[in-house]
């Protein structure tokens, strides 16, 4: 089993549509990650999250450490918002990242 | 910004060639940098973990004698792909943060051995 699970794996939505991806993970952590990766490969920093819940335009993301579960959500998602995101924790104890697989989500207009 | 740079942003070579990619911590020091590689349609994997001024630590299944990594100085990492192969073709991309402060990510390089 992996240590860090996403869901869903793939994800197709119209415009407009609020968006959610999940992330399960089962270490101890010192903080989680959510990336966007687009296709030429480039990855951008989201959010990190230790505890709660942060907001950055139509993103939000929320972790429930005592679950050790974490959501995204796209609110009025937007064809530009297709990309993979993923999800990464940092382990307690070093600055290493276990990754998900990510999903990969198409917004269609 | 960027806060770490990475490059090149694409590689193409013939094979028996080495390349070398370069990461930059831009506005921090980082005595810790790590590489990354993803292969097609599948997750970001841990290569080795970068040490400022000592040797690098390989994960398991990972050859040291291949993938060179040198971090010379605070602020540069490098890692350094030895007589590249077709099977070496990937995406690697590199990650640096000041301490206890969130990873940043280079741009990723893609390799490809022709």
């Known amino acids: 089993k992996n240590e860090v699970e996403q869901s869903p794996q793939n994800l197709t939505a119209q415009e407009g549509e609020f968006i959610t991806i999940n992330c399960s993970y089962s270490v101890g952590i010192s903080a989680l990650h959510w990336l966007q990766q687009h296709p030429g490969g480039g990855i951008v920093s989201l959010f990190m999250?230790?505890?709660?819940?942060k907001k950055h335009g139509r993103l939000i993301a929320t972790i429930n450490i005592q679950e050790k579960h974490s959501s995204l959500h796209i609110t009025a998602s937007h064809p530009r918002d297709s990309a993979v995101y993923i999800c990464a924790v940092s382990t307690k104890g070093n600055y290493q990242l276990i990754w998900g697989a990510g999903t990969k989500l198409i917004i269609k207009p | 910004g960027a806060v770490v740079s990475q490059h090149p942003s694409r590689v193409i070579c013939k094979s028996g060639t080495s390349v070398k990619i370069e990461c930059r911590s831009l506005d921090f020091q980082a005595t810790t940098m790590f590489w990354y590689r993803q292969f097609p349609k599948q997750s970001l994997m841990l290569m080795a973990t970068s040490n400022e001024g000592s040797k690098a630590t390989y994960e398991q299944g990972v050859e040291k004698d291949k993938f060179l990594i040198n971090h010379a100085s605070l602020t540069l990492s490098t890692l350094t792909v030895t007589s590249a192969h077709p099977e070496d073709s990937s995406f690697y991309i590199c990650s640096a943060g000041p301490r206890n402060q969130p990873q940043h990510f280079g741009d990723g390089t893609r390799l490809s051995i022709l």
């Open positions: 999250l230790s505890s709660g819940k």
